[in-house]
């Protein structure tokens, strides 16, 4: 039997408000301007309130080689986006979250400069705490990073982010100040 060509990747697209309208092949919802599409960002810290952050492997299509929150990616059409987002830290990172919460959703449309490629999500936010022992995928990760609030300013500073780092940050830190008990400083 002759092997088969991979199936495509679908994503879920969806309406302003979040609801399901259809799917899409992965790439073709990010080939300009883009196709509103469901998605997840993660944000895990560790006991002492630190970020983790991933700088996303040299072999990704998409912002390859930049630094961005501990794991980001989409839901496949129907699967919740809580089960999605913890099913690929796993994947991802060979760690299970702990205490993982929703942490809202944020809207945006960011082109992608180096790849061309548009981020246009509709993204579901999670944050929560890792304690085991990282295992990063290297087809996935480049490497890993734990940082403080003043450590992330000076290393965004320095080095290039995911386009849509700092937007999925600040929605996202009201959640991360209740998983740190706001005493970290996020």
Known sequence: MANSPAAPILLELVDEDGATTGTAEKLSAHVPPGRLHRAFSVFLLDDTGRLLL??????????PGVWSNTCCGHPYPGEPPFAAAARRVGEELGVAPFSMREAGTVRYHHPDPASGLVEKEFNHLFAGVVRDRLRPDAEEIAET???TPAELEKRHAEDTFSAWFMTVLDA???????????????
């Open 54 to 63: 991933q700088r996303r492997a040299l072999g990704k299509y998409h912002s």
């Open 145 to 147: 990073a734990f940082v």
């Open 172 to 186: 996202a830190r009201p959640a991360i100040r209740e998983v740190t008990g706001g005493a970290a400083g996020w």
